[in-house]
């Protein structure tokens, strides 16, 4: 059979050159790799064809803005990777990839507008038997594939409650001005607009700002120790009660940054969010890049920490799973190379639009973690 060819769009960037190299060391893929900027697509595809044998790789200049553009270059292509920091357009590349006749998957956050134009191409999607992933990743992407594969260790799963740790050394990364400007646009967003994250008592809801609980510790081991997380959205835990009835408690939380983010940042950006609903806050934005930059400090990790409760052979159980490594990207690339292994397998390419996390096989995406270099913990306890 031939190799399938995937076109990653972002295919130079930190996410979508970590996701390349993983294609390319775990399957027999061949890869277009697309940005605005030919040189460095260029580049990067020769990097690659140094260090991998075969020339699989090749480079092109795509802007997801240019419609027309984008049929042409996803013509002739299996899937379509959105890996670019292009949420805003997520709606015309998944548009684009239906009608040249490709599968798709994008690993951007889990945000109300790409969920909304995915979800409204749904019906195309079905009748032209196209097999499309959204919200791949690490989160989102992972939190709901711990889950699933930890639910398999109890009879009762009662709840599952995941903290994540994002160490991150900001001041030596290189981003696109785009990415920078989503993630500040994409944080102010859910600030004005947080969606509901937490399960408790039946039912899904916000998080209050005057209850404890609703803002937790997590024990990340040492050197870090317990960190108070806040809850924060993903599409992918909310069919998680459906699918674990005795499921009572769930809901996905991050740490915070540093201390001038969390303690200067996030209230400014909270308090010009009320006086003005609407605003854009670009300057704030720039202020919480800043922040990032200047007071990140060592040492760096990323972490997913699983606390799950329930019952297994009719006693109370207690089972941790922990998911790290020191470089995000690779954090992020790993779960979904893991996925487009199943993928070119022929296991989970079926017609439909779906959560990356709900459509892999939990156990051996978690094998092929381990595989990829990514540290997978279980402990155990009552
Ligand atoms: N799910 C997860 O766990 C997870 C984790 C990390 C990041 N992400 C998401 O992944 C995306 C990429 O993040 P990153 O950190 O890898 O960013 P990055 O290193 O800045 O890379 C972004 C890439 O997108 C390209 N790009 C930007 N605008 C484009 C456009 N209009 N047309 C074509 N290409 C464009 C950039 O190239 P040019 O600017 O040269 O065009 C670059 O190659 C973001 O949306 C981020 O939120 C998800």
């Not at 050394?169 to 004005?192: K, Y």
């Not at 400090?297 to 089972?319: H, M």
């Amino acid at each position: 059979m031939q190799p399938k060819i995937f076109l990653i769009l972002g295919g130079y960037g930190n996410s979508g050159l970590a996701l390349a190299i993983l294609l390319l060391r775990f399957s027999d893929c061949r890869l277009v790799l697309a940005g605005r900027n030919l040189q460095r697509a260029e580049a990067a595809a020769a990097g690659l064809n140094a260090e991998f044998s075969g020339m699989r790789a090749r480079g092109i200049r795509l802007d997801a803005a240019d419609s027309a553009a984008l049929k042409s270059a996803f013509t002739g292509m299996d899937m379509v990777i959105s890996a670019s920091s292009t949420t805003q357009y997520a709606g015309s590349v998944a548009a684009a990839a239906l009608e040249a006749g490709s599968d798709y998957l994008d690993i951007q956050l889990s945000s109300e507008k790409k969920l909304a134009s995915l979800n409204a191409l749904r019906p195309q999607i079905l009748n032209a038997g196209r097999c499309f992933i959204t919200d791949g990743g690490f989160h989102p992407g992972l939190p709901a594939v711990m889950i699933r594969h930890a639910a398999q260790q109890f009879d009762r799963l009662n709840s599952a409650n995941i903290g994540s740790l994002l160490k991150v050394n900001w001041a030596d990364l290189h981003f696109s001005e785009a990415t920078l400007r989503e993630f500040a646009e994409e944080i102010t967003r859910e600030i004005a607009n947080p969606r509901p994250a937490i399960y408790r008592d039946k039912r899904w809801r916000k998080a209050s700002m005057f209850s404890a609980t609703d803002y937790p510790r997590f024990d990340f081991g040492d050197p870090f120790g317990k960190r108070y997380c806040a809850p924060m959205f993903l599409e992918e835990m909310h069919s998680l009660p459906e699918m674990f009835p005795a499921l009572q408690e769930t809901a996905f939380y991050v740490s915070g940054f540093n201390r001038f983010v969390d303690g200067v940042v996030f209230p400014l950006l909270m308090a010009g969010v009320k006086i003005h609903p609407k605003g854009k806050f670009s300057t704030l934005g720039k202020l919480l890049v800043w922040g990032l930059r200047r007071f990140s400090k060592p040492p760096y990790i990323n972490i997913l920490k699983l606390e799950a409760r329930g019952e297994a052979a009719g006693k109370p159980a207690y089972r941790e799973l922990r998911i790290s490594h020191e470089d995000g990207y690779l954090l992020t690339a790993a779960p979904v190379a893991a996925c487009l292994l199943q993928y070119l397998e022929g296991a989970i390419r079926k017609p439909g639009l779906w959560l990356m996390a709900h459509l892999v096989e939990p156990g051996r995406l978690l094998e092929d973690l381990g595989r990829m270099g990514i540290a997978v913990q279980w402990k155990k306890g009552n």
